[in-house]
């Protein structure tokens, strides 16, 4: 990498692509006596919730958003469509999942075909700044844990206004930039910090609002975070002492090699307030 800076989009995508992702997820599920046909939502969330709270997070995020079945929704950076899934099913609506890595892409929508909800996702290869979708085509857009990689979010932004109809909300559930100094790496989201573009939560809605956007709400839920943490801690020491059986998670094939020392220093850069956990809405006008 000497010499040059990893800006490009191409990579953001070689940080989170993997070969054969989605056969790599469904032999995880067959370790713990799971197949294509038995899974169920709960089985995927497992593997597919990765951003801090998981599911509980979405469902949050859904909730604040008024989702109602029949809404589109746009999850601008959708990964391998954990969160779409469970929107999908929780709130029955129709999801468009954008994400810069093709193999995401690949795998999310394998997922959506073993989850039942392949007709009410549809899957797309694409950057989040210009995504090529329709003026004012959806209800709702989200963006949850996504951004970190993007420096120019205010593009993101303007896309998510651009996509929305007129008194849409949109939201994001990211990774924000802490008051106490940079990030140590690596980090789930970066190997190395020139793929890292943290910014506090205040600039990121004020970037909100300089698309049209109008503010709804802001909140920090960096302490809900580092709670969770906390918990699943405890949850694995205990299951270590009792040389239980690892629960099911995928965290080792999503990050590679580097998966603990990325989760040690996510775990870290919290305690350190080196990053905060930011959720906010906003209404188009």
Excluded at 93 to 120: H, K, M, S, W, Y
Excluded at 128 to 134: E, I, K, M, R, S
Aim: charged fraction near 25%.
């Amino acid at each position: 990498m000497s010499g040059t800076v990893p800006d490009a989009p191409s990579d953001v995508a070689r940080h989170y692509g993997h070969a054969d992702l989605a056969d790599r997820m469904i032999a995880r599920l067959a370790e713990h006596g799971i197949t294509p046909e038995t899974a169920t939502l709960d089985d995927l969330a497992a593997l597919d919730q990765m951003h801090l709270r998981g599911r509980e997070a979405t469902i949050e995020v859904g909730e604040k958003l008024g989702l109602k079945p029949g809404l589109s929704v746009l999850d601008l950076g959708s990964g391998i469509g954990g969160p779409a899934r469970v929107l999908a099913a929780h709130f029955e609506v129709q999801v468009t999942a954008l994400d810069l890595t093709p193999e995401f892409g690949a795998t999310c929508a394998v997922l959506n075909e073993i989850a039942g909800l392949a007709d009410r996702i549809t899957v797309v290869t694409g950057d989040a700044t210009a995504t090529g979708l329709p003026d004012a085509a959806f209800d709702r857009v989200v963006t949850l844990h996504a951004t970190m990689n993007i420096p120019d979010k205010a593009g993101v932004y303007r896309e998510a206004y651009r996509c929305l109809k007129p008194g849409g909300l949109f939201a994001f559930y990211d990774v924000t930039a802490g008051p106490n100094g940079s990030p140590h790496f690596p980090v789930p989201w970066a190997g190395v910090p020139e793929i890292s573009h943290l910014i506090p939560a205040e600039a990121m809605a004020n970037m909100a609002e300089a698309a049209g956007f109008r503010r709804v709400e802001v909140t920090d839920l960096t302490e809900e975070a580092r709670s969770r943490i906390a918990e699943q801690r405890a949850a694995a020491e205990r299951q270590k002492a009792q040389n239980a059986k690892p629960p099911l998670q995928a965290g080792d094939i999503l990050m590679g090699a580097q998966a603990a020392d990325k989760q040690r220093n996510l775990r870290r850069n919290l305690e350190e307030g080196r990053v905060a956990i930011s959720m906010a809405v906003f209404v188009k006008g």
